[in-house]
């Protein structure tokens, strides 16, 4: 049984989350103080952490970025901010999703669902030792999950690293948004495809020498993606 753990101050708001969690199976947890629950998402086990945004003690941006230094256990962000500032800030923080209140409790257990599954299966998979991608400088082992530009290590969230994968391995392939969020995310209705905009500049930041002027990850106006060859 997933366990997740909530983290969220609206006491009405959590059990709701909680109800319609447990319903479909997980285990679930709740911490309303952000101090307390940062100590307990990184000295405890979760398979998935629910995290609002305005907490009292530490906010949820900074509890994302602390377990993002030490785990890839998939983070779902709730706001009640529709600014789309806070979804960029979030998930270049490394969360794995973004959702907006007032939300439907089925589309969040969706959503939860389709997290787990996708990083169960990564966890999972029984890749070849030391399977690698080499492209102009770049070296990616998939084995490890790491990524080396020029020699020199750089750090890459879960779905960064799936991301980067993905375009590696089909050079000169056109990748709309639409195409990319449903192989990366697994998810075809819900969502915001804005996501793959955010995962994208976040990786040209750390291989390209030029964000400006990409070497690597091409934007192809009016229809998507293409990693060149």
Same mark, same amino acid.
């Given at each position: 049984?997933?366990? @997740?753990? &909530? /983290?969220?101050?609206?006491?009405? =708001?959590?059990?709701?989350?909680?109800?319609?969690?447990?319903?479909?199976?997980?285990?679930?947890? #709740?911490?309303?103080?952000?101090?307390?629950?940062?100590?307990?998402?990184?000295?405890?086990?979760? +398979?998935?952490?629910?995290?609002?945004?305005?907490?009292?003690?530490? +906010?949820?941006?900074? /509890?994302?970025?602390?377990?993002? !230094?030490?785990?890839?256990?998939? /983070?779902?962000?709730?706001?009640?901010? $529709? +600014? +789309?500032?806070?979804?960029?800030?979030?998930?270049?923080?490394?969360?794995?999703?973004? &959702?907006?209140? *007032?939300?439907? *409790?089925?589309?969040?257990?969706?959503?939860?669902?389709?997290?787990?599954?996708?990083?169960?299966?990564?966890?999972?998979?029984?890749?070849? !030792?030391?399977?690698?991608?080499? #492209?102009?400088?770049?070296? #990616?082992?998939?084995?490890?999950?790491?990524? %080396? @530009?020029?020699?020199? !290590?750089?750090?890459?969230?879960?779905?960064?690293?799936?991301?980067?994968?993905?375009?590696?391995?089909? *050079?000169?392939?056109?990748?709309?948004?639409?195409?990319?969020?449903?192989?990366? %995310?697994?998810?075809?209705?819900?969502?915001?495809?804005?996501?793959?905009? @955010?995962? /994208?500049?976040? =990786?040209? !930041? $750390? #291989?390209?020498?030029?964000?400006? $002027?990409?070497?690597?990850?091409?934007? &192809? %106006?009016?229809?998507?993606?293409?990693?060149?060859?």
């Amino acid at each position: 049984m997933s366990k @997740v753990l &909530i /983290i969220e101050d609206e006491v009405a =708001i959590a059990e709701l989350e909680k109800d319609y969690l447990e319903l479909s199976g997980f285990e679930v947890e #709740i911490e309303s103080a952000g101090d307390v629950g940062l100590t307990r998402a990184l000295k405890e086990e979760f +398979d998935m952490f629910i995290l609002d945004l305005m907490l009292p003690g530490v +906010d949820g941006f900074e /509890i994302c970025k602390r377990i993002r !230094e030490v785990k890839n256990t998939p /983070i779902l962000m709730v706001s009640a901010k $529709k +600014d +789309d500032i806070d979804k960029i800030r979030g998930l270049g923080l490394g969360a794995d999703d973004y &959702i907006t209140k *007032p939300f439907s *409790p089925s589309e969040l257990v969706a959503r939860v669902k389709a997290h787990l599954a996708r990083y169960e299966r990564l966890i999972g998979s029984n890749i070849t !030792e030391n399977d690698t991608v080499e #492209i102009r400088g770049i070296k #990616i082992d998939k084995t490890a999950r790491r990524v %080396w @530009v020029n020699d020199e !290590e750089k750090p890459f969230t879960t779905k960064e690293f799936d991301l980067l994968v993905f375009l590696a391995q089909n *050079p000169n392939h056109v990748f709309t948004k639409e195409e990319l969020f449903k192989e990366i %995310w697994d998810m075809e209705s819900i969502g915001d495809i804005a996501t793959v905009t @955010v995962h /994208i500049k976040k =990786i040209r !930041e $750390k #291989i390209e020498m030029n964000t400006a $002027k990409p070497q690597y990850i091409e934007t &192809i %106006w009016g229809v998507g993606y293409r990693f060149r060859l």
